[in-house]
């Protein structure tokens, strides 16, 4: 497999110097990837020039139907200076379930990795290389064709943005408020909520700043069938632990967006010694929990964050304080452990990682 892929001058060639702090997804590299697709011919073009605007039709399905996936995974800065990849083949097979229930065309696994590989060797000086900090790396794949028949289009593009990030949370480690959704849903089984589709973050976005006002960082959303089950926290996985040791997730529902973390974690966890179980996990039997003591942690699962322990749960009104305020020990191992291998830090008995090669020895990075 191999596709060639033009590669246009950008005007600032001048050594890349990372701003400080480094916060999430605000400051962009000098270079995009971008191909397209017409039906027909299928996917053709690809070219990685400077960053810039969308050449968009004002008619574009994008913008009327909203046909439209993403992605999101990092590129993590090893101590040798080259970057790791991590499971990009689970995000190649996530972002064509997510195109096949968008009615988009797939996209050959092997292009969307050759795009990230490319576009991130020609930027690796943008990889931080401050602790937690990564180059986080956004496929996105929209309806370009200019048409109000609701249907769907028949020409797209795919580009692929890159994003020096520092940790997601400012507050690095430090547990996070989560309040229960009880008014708003963020998908339904049979909907969108396990594609990576915009519309589901934006469905999610005044129950997010609602519950920000009252001094919650995420949502915890519940089924929208019943109310009663719990699904995500924020736009990330869930995980409760039990007196110390086992982990308790709720089982993807159809509803729920299939995450990367969360089946790295599945996978992980036993092996550091901590059982995990998927299951219905209901929300009172989940508050109860965390004020008998039983539930001893809880935490958020993602790309974006990794791993984030939970501290206190609104419910009703309530605030369920998880843990009595302990340090998360069993999120931290299972960071720890995830992050090792990310950064390469440790083996990768798994797999999971893929290095991209780069022509510049690490010493002569500039790093800001
Ligand atoms: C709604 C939602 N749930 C869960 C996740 C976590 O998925 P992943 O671990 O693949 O980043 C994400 C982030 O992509 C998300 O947007």
Not at 69 to 97: M, S, V, W
Not at 154 to 167: I, Q
Not at 324 to 337: K, S, T
Request: hydrophobic share 45%; glycine share 8%; with cysteine.
């Amino acid at each position: 497999m191999g596709m060639t892929i033009r590669i246009d001058p950008i005007a600032d060639e001048t050594p890349v110097v990372l701003p400080e702090p480094l916060s999430f997804g605000r400051v962009f590299t000098r270079r995009m990837f971008s191909e397209r697709f017409e039906a027909g011919r299928g996917w053709h073009d690809p070219v990685i020039g400077p960053y810039r605007p969308l050449n968009l039709d004002p008619g574009a399905q994008i913008l009327h139907a909203g046909q439209a996936i993403f992605e999101g995974t990092k590129a993590y800065l090893r101590a040798d200076g080259r970057l790791n990849l991590f499971r990009p083949d689970a995000n190649a097979l996530r972002f064509n379930r997510s195109a096949a229930r968008m009615a988009m065309p797939a996209l050959p696994s092997w292009r969307f990795i050759e795009s990230i590989e490319a576009l991130v060797r020609l930027e690796h000086e943008w990889a931080p290389s401050a602790a937690g900090a990564s180059l986080y790396i956004r496929p996105v794949m929209i309806a370009t064709e200019a048409t109000f028949e609701v249907r769907a289009a028949r020409e797209y593009t795919h580009f692929v943005v890159l994003s020096p990030a520092g940790p997601f949370f400012a507050s690095g480690f430090e547990p996070i408020a989560v309040q229960v959704a009880e008014e708003h849903i963020r998908a339904a089984r049979g909907g969108t909520g396990a594609a990576k589709t915009p519309g589901n973050y934006a469905a999610s976005l005044a129950a997010i700043e609602a519950s920000r006002a009252r001094g919650y960082q995420q949502v915890l959303w519940l089924d929208a069938v019943e109310r009663r089950f719990v699904e995500e926290a924020g736009a990330m996985n869930v995980a409760f632990v039990y007196d110390g040791r086992e982990i308790v997730t709720p089982s993807l529902s159809g509803s729920i967006l299939p995450g990367i973390t969360r089946d790295s974690i599945l996978q992980l966890a036993p092996d550091l010694g901590f059982p995990v179980h998927e299951a219905r996990l209901d929300i009172d039997t989940i508050v109860a929990d965390v004020d008998a003591g039983r539930i001893t942690e809880a935490f958020c699962m993602g790309t974006a964050a990794v791993v984030v322990p939970i501290g206190r749960i609104g419910h009703r009104g309530l605030d369920h304080r998880v843990g009595g305020g302990n340090a998360a020990p069993v999120a931290r191992r299972i960071y720890d452990a995830l992050t090792n291998i990310q950064y390469g830090r440790a083996d990768d008995p798994y797999g999971w990682t893929r290095v991209i090669e780069v022509n510049v020895p690490a010493p002569a990075r500039a790093v800001a």
